[in-house]
């Protein structure tokens, strides 16, 4: 019972709860909020291109949907706040990419790009 509450709470849009269609089900991974991992609808996904850093040290631009809620966190957040928090994680180059959004043309390695 608990189970099947948790994943109909999912199918939700976390700002405005609107179900999505059958086929914005199958695209869950591409829709939710890269901070939250909650599913946010077209109307009030926000989405940013962030840089991250590979291991390799080279730079990887990827764009990233936010829900409304995490984004404002996150304008809000200091950054020598999140840098420490990267550090005591020991998580510097890690980011979540079962989360990210990306169409084929959105990634790019930035050294590519010069």
Do not use: F, K, M
């Given at each position: 019972m608990e189970r099947q509450q948790r994943q109909e709470s999912?199918?939700?849009c976390v700002a405005c709860l609107k179900r999505p269609s059958g086929t914005r089900r199958l695209l869950h991974r591409n829709l939710c909020c890269g901070v939250c991992s909650s599913y946010v609808c077209a109307c009030c996904r926000i989405q940013k291109k962030l840089h991250f850093m590979m291991l390799d040290r080279k730079m990887l631009q990827?764009?990233?949907a936010f829900?409304?809620?995490c984004?404002?966190?996150a304008l809000d957040a200091k950054a020598v706040t999140v840098a420490?928090?990267?550090l005591l994680l020991n998580d510097?180059?890690?980011?979540?990419?079962?989360?990210?959004?990306?169409?084929g043309?959105?990634?790019?390695?930035?050294?590519?790009l010069n």
């Open positions: 999912a199918a939700v990827q764009e990233v829900c409304p809620r984004y404002r966190e420490s928090q990267e510097v180059y890690g980011w979540n990419e079962r989360c990210a959004y990306t169409s043309t959105e990634i790019s390695l930035l050294d590519e």
